[in-house]
């Protein structure tokens, strides 16, 4: 069973950084990603990017582009979400996953984390 752990959160500032991490154990992930979602009060679940085991392939939603970066140890089966250039529409819960493709070449998620709460100042 796969197990997540995200850490990191917290009261920032906006337009400062702020780095979370996700371990993640329970498997073998060679052929996996990791991904990140957030959700905001009232929203649905939002996708914000996902990096592959290996780390040399990165996706990420617009709404974060060119300020988020995502990265991987994979020795240590530990992601991080690096957010720069925060905003207030940041504000969220930020949820970690792991998935791989399936045959039909959708995604299957296992596994998500508790959640850490990230809350950008007014």
């Known amino acids: 069973q796969v197990h997540l752990v995200e850490s990191g959160g917290g009261v920032v500032q906006p337009g400062g950084g702020l780095r979370l991490s996700c371990t993640a154990s329970?498997?073998?992930?060679?052929?996996?990603?990791m991904a990140w979602f957030r959700q905001a009060p009232g929203m649905e679940h939002e996708y914000v990017g996902a990096?592959?085991?290996?780390?040399?392939?990165?996706d990420y939603a617009d709404s974060v582009k060119g300020r988020f970066a995502i990265s991987i140890d994979s020795a240590k089966n530990t992601g991080y979400l690096q957010m720069n250039g925060r905003k207030r529409e940041d504000t969220a819960g930020y949820y970690c996953?792991?998935?791989?493709?399936?045959?039909?070449?959708?995604?299957?998620?296992?596994?998500w984390g508790q959640g850490t709460q990230v809350t950008v100042a007014a």
């Open positions: 990096i592959n085991w290996s780390g040399d392939m990165t």
């Open positions: 329970g498997r073998t992930f060679t052929n996996y990603a």
């Open positions: 996953t792991v998935r791989s493709r399936t045959s039909h070449g959708d995604y299957d998620y296992d596994g």
